[in-house]
């Protein structure tokens, strides 16, 4: 008979769940097992979740996994012309009419050995119990004539994905990745995912977070990056009972830019944290970061943004800023900007503030005919506004019908 | 027009306004004239319903409607307009985009249609060539950037979209130069009609050269204690507001 003691919430969370068959992780399990056996999940104590209850996660019972239809899947995808690829459970779905230059694969494809740092507890069950991940290759001088869009519909259970992304020599390309779950259903999935962008590649991904309010989400990007590559990665995160982003952008050629925007509109009781890290290895390049966030009701966001200038890295350029309004009374942010610089001749800056919506602002719109609720919109879009539109204008469009059926804001022309 | 009677309003517990009486009718230009602290700007800003003040005693009747008991809002759109001394600057908000949700919410309270997105900008094109408002600024976020002349021009340019009965001008001659207190003097007269009326408020007679009131009061301690025409600007001007003080000491 088995026992669950107390500190082995991890143990109880697994319970159920299948080690890994794919091939190019088998090297790691001794390893990730035994990452597992010898630690739980963080407490409050841990640095990295002061403000994540994982309690919750541990409490929770996930419905079973169920099968969606194809036409299901299909009614979430953003652009009926884009390449589009499908994950829904241990099932994905890739497109066949790819160009040239563009190969998509799956783990459960390759044989070449797979290993991951294992950071944390997180990084130990990704790497014991993954079921599949896409492996994305987009050769030397290839621009992508669509992007691709990664939709992903969770529908219970709980998953893991490892996807790899490498994008070659002056390669140009736009990903969406979309991330819903069917209502009605209870899951959780862990995406842990690597980048390779290569000597001038310009590449943005917009990330859309917008599962339903009982989903858990955990995302984790690695991101290298060469010379004179340009990489941008948007994070919206509309709905979702816990969403955890880190994304880790190490910048390692000279003149490379970086543009990281985060986007959060949370309310009911969601939990939404982003860690994110820039770390400026190499001197000359430019990194640009830019996190606005609302949380009404009881909802609460925390954002933490490290940013490492290396002894190397002179004529760095990296701005950050994190705004946030609180609306509801119990709503909370927990804002945190780390700068650490090493190198002496650098631009760095970094603002942070967190607020109430501008009593003056509103009293202003409201004296000019324009009722409270309408007036208080008119604000909070203009506050996102910013770091909406560095979406691409597609995932824009679905960003603003999300928003206004959540939020009930009217879209304004 | 407007009927203001024994109007009593402080803040944080301190009596501001102390048994104000004002009484506006269509055609009119008043002007209040009264030193620092007297409640020029109280007066403004509870007409406007801004909510910081505790409306103690009194009745303001605008236009048949009891005042007071309308949200901020629905004054504006019974058609009282506030030029505010301090212009709020709105990142985001684009002027146009601003105006137009005002203009139709206006609209939609008075069973109007909305305007057309053609009628609108011809409008706009219109309405800010009376103060001279390059049309760029207009699709610029509200007041962003503007300089203080641009701002107090701005606000006569709403003033002129949305059209008022009654326009409040709380000091919209303070940090303006010559050339902009003509433009905005300019555009103020040029609204004028018999249906509409103003109450200038302001600290020195400077701006009275321009817009030229029917009536003068003095607003001293919460009250007005003179009412006169023109000529008693130019008195104040000349006397300074102690002659005031010395009168209602004595």
């Known amino acids: 008979m088995k026992t669950t003691t107390l500190d082995s919430k991890v143990a109880a969370f697994c319970e159920g769940l299948i080690p890994t068959q794919l091939t190019a992780l088998q090297t790691q399990q001794g390893q990730a097992q035994a990452f597992l056996d010898s630690n739980d999940f963080p407490t409050t104590r841990h640095e990295r979740y002061k403000y994540t209850r994982l309690a919750k996660l541990a409490n929770t019972e996930f419905s079973a996994f169920k099968l969606s239809d194809a036409a299901t899947l299909q009614a979430y995808q953003l652009d009926a012309d884009a390449y589009t690829v499908y994950i829904h459970g241990a099932q994905f779905e890739l497109p066949s009419d790819l160009p040239k230059g563009l190969s998509l694969t799956l783990i459960s494809q390759q044989n070449d050995a797979m290993t991951t740092e294992l950071e944390d507890v997180f990084d130990a069950l990704s790497s014991r119990y993954c079921h599949d991940g896409l492996v994305l290759h987009l050769a030397d001088n290839t621009t992508l004539d669509k992007p691709i869009q990664i939709i992903q519909v969770d529908n219970g259970g709980k998953f893991f994905y490892k996807h790899h992304f490498s994008f070659g020599k002056n390669a140009e390309a736009k990903i969406w990745y979309a991330h819903f779950a069917q209502q009605a259903s209870c899951s959780f999935s862990h995406t842990h995912l690597t980048i390779d962008v290569q000597e001038e590649a310009r590449i943005q991904i917009d990330k859309l977070q917008a599962a339903n309010d009982t989903h858990f989400a955990f995302a984790k990007e690695h991101i290298i990056q060469a010379q004179r590559s340009h990489f941008t990665i948007n994070t919206y995160t509309l709905s979702g009972a816990f969403v955890r982003n880190e994304v880790t952008v190490a910048v390692a050629g000279q003149h490379a830019e970086t543009h990281l925007n985060g986007a959060y509109l949370l309310k009911g009781q969601q939990h939404v944290a982003n860690y994110t890290t820039i770390d400026h290895q190499v001197p000359n390049c430019e990194s640009f970061e830019n996190y606005r966030g609302i949380a009404d009701e009881k909802a609460s966001a925390v954002f933490n943004g490290k940013v490492f200038v290396r002894p190397d890295a002179q004529k760095t350029n990296a701005y950050q800023s994190n705004a946030s309004i609180v609306l509801g009374p119990d709503a909370s942010i927990n804002s945190k900007p780390e700068l650490e610089i090493y190198a002496d001749d650098v631009k760095c800056s970094h603002g942070s503030t967190t607020g109430q919506l501008d009593e003056n602002a509103l009293f202003y719109l409201r004296a000019r005919g324009i009722g409270e609720t309408a007036a208080r919109t008119l604000l909070l879009q203009a506050f996102m506004a910013e770091v909406l539109e560095a979406a691409s204008p597609v995932v824009q469009t679905v960003l603003q019908q999300k928003i206004s059926q959540r939020f009930h804001w009217e879209i304004q022309e | ?250």
């Open chain 2, 1 to 250: 027009m407007i009927k203001i009677t024994n109007l009593h309003a402080s803040i944080n517990g301190k009596e501001i306004l102390k048994g104000l009486n004002l009484e506006v009718n269509a055609g009119e230009v008043h002007a209040i004239m009264g030193p620092n602290g007297a409640g020029k700007s109280t007066l403004a800003s509870v007409l406007a319903g801004r909510e910081d003040y505790e409306i103690t005693a009194g009745s303001v009747d605008f236009d048949g409607k009891d005042l007071l008991e309308l949200s901020t809002e629905d004054r504006a759109r019974e058609g009282l307009f506030l030029a505010f001394q301090y212009p709020v600057e709105i990142p985001g908000v684009s002027n146009v985009n601003f105006l137009r949700t005002a203009l139709n919410e206006k609209r939609e309270y008075l069973g109007e249609e909305p305007i057309s997105a053609k009628d609108f900008m011809a409008m706009v094109r219109e309405k800010s060539a009376i103060v001279e408002l390059d049309a760029k600024l207009a699709s610029r976020a509200v007041n962003e950037g503007f300089s203080g002349g641009e701002k107090k021009r701005n606000e006569i340019f709403q003033m002129a979209m949305l059209e008022p009965k009654l326009a409040v001008l709380d000091e919209t001659d303070s940090g303006l130069d010559i050339d902009a207190l003509r433009i905005v003097a300019n555009g103020v007269n040029t609204l004028k009609t018999p249906n509409n009326a103003s109450i200038v408020i302001t600290h020195y007679q400077r701006l009275l050269d321009y817009i030229v009131p029917d009536f003068v009061h003095v607003l001293y301690d919460g009250k007005i204690v003179m009412t006169g025409t023109k000529e008693l600007a130019l008195e104040l001007e000349e006397k300074g507001y102690d002659w005031i003080k010395e009168r209602m000491e004595a």
